[in-house]
């Protein structure tokens, strides 16, 4: 890599612009992913932004178990975010329609119509593990475009309350599940 | 002023060389002071840089037609009109400078606006033809005030030359003057978060409302371009008020230090005011503007009969 695609790299990895999209959830995500803008959790400080147009974003997050309605949209806004892009699944309802299954309404789960990059498990999950899954996009998206990403999903563990997570900009970074809150605050 | 200054203003100082990192510093500084008012720590230092260089890298939608054209044409137009309107400012004394200078810095901070408008029309989005409207609205509000602050300073003093009305020329009433003087850099100060779309007076490029207005379509480099340009009208619009309100020094690097560091009080006061208030509908802000402020303009243009009239 030359010093032009390695500023690229880093610059797409520490500027992700998200668009939030609704996929008939009960909003619990919704509120979840703009706490994780408050001052209290602050994603800013890893240079996140919610966009207004899908045209300036480069991470779509999408929750709920996609309705029949929303299938449609959320194909549409997919194709208006222009690439490098990745989807960032947040809920177990984008991942496997959680306690929704079965429902005649739904179309789900998500990855059954976009390519899914992060999944973000939790009903709601915790601000830390939204910034968590964020970032993490944010890097595949940047080794993605440098050629240098297998096409694989990643699932983002779920995090207890008070386990307060480092949101690295890294896999090494990411504590495991089995890890305790005290050895993750080290 | 010849060739060679024209261009080392242009280019370097306090044109493009100077312009381009006190954009994105400028930029830093307004998102880190919003942040701090809120109680967060906000984006790293070299945030707007970062998002710059990632748009850059970013595809655009395919585009096609006159239409298209004019959607590339408008980001770089404006880009270009507030880089030329930095390279004019006055910032180094005895740097040179032209009869009429003046008139074409005005042009130029109005041309990014008209840019705007245009390119939310050409978008040909629902949400881009509203901000514009809002934008052409908002514009015809506060110009009235700017123009007629600027230009009042300027007729009293018998001259578009910026390098003359950087300083309070020696007047045969000078408390009238200097009060002239002072009334037109607040006056100018009140026009500034609307010129640079910040709170309360942020209508064309409500996100929450309009999807961000007439940037909708824009992605990648041309947004980059719309980013830079506004970064750069922050230093023009700053350094505008910076360059009336410095006290005149003869030593180039006081020149120098005395504008960057009035251009940093700005911006901490503009944000510090944007992040304190909220957004105004479009009749409070029309009024606000035509109402409130027009006191300034009569008082300003009225002054400046006066003392045309003494001298």
Redesign the interface.
Known sequence: MNLWNK??C???R??P?LFHLNGGSCNGCDIELIASLT?RY?A??L?VRL???P??A?ILCITGPITHNAVEAIKTVYG?V???KAVVAIGSCPATTNVFIDSRTLDGPLNKHLPVDVFVPGCPPRPDAIILGVAKAAEILALR?AKQWPDESVMVPILEPGEACACGDSASSTPSPESTPSEVQQ | MNLTTALARLLIFPGLLFAVPAAWFFLWVE?KAV?LM???????F??P???F??L??????PRSGIAGLLMRAWPVLAVSSAAGAVGLLPVLPASGGFEGDLILLLALLELPSMCIIAAGFSSRSI?GEIGSAREAVLSVSYNVVFLLAILSIAASQHTFRLEALAQIPPSSVPWLASLLHWLGILAVLICLPAKLHLNPFSLPNA??E???GP??????PE?AMWELSHGLEWVAATGLVATLAAPHVTAGWAAILIFVGLCFGIVLLLSVVASATARLAIDTTVRFYWQVTLIFAVLAISSALFMRFRS
């Not at chain 2, 809120?38 to 790293?44: A, D, L, S, Y």
């Open positions: 500023l690229m880093y610059s797409r520490r500027s612009w001052p602050d800013e400080q240079g966009e207004g147009s045209r300036h480069d208006q222009l690439g490098p475009a | 998102r942040a809120q109680g967060r720590i906000g984006p790293p070299m945030q840089f970062y998002d260089i990632k850059l890298g970013k595809g655009t939608p949400f996100e929450q309009i999807y961000s940037m909708v379509e824009y992605a990648g947004l």
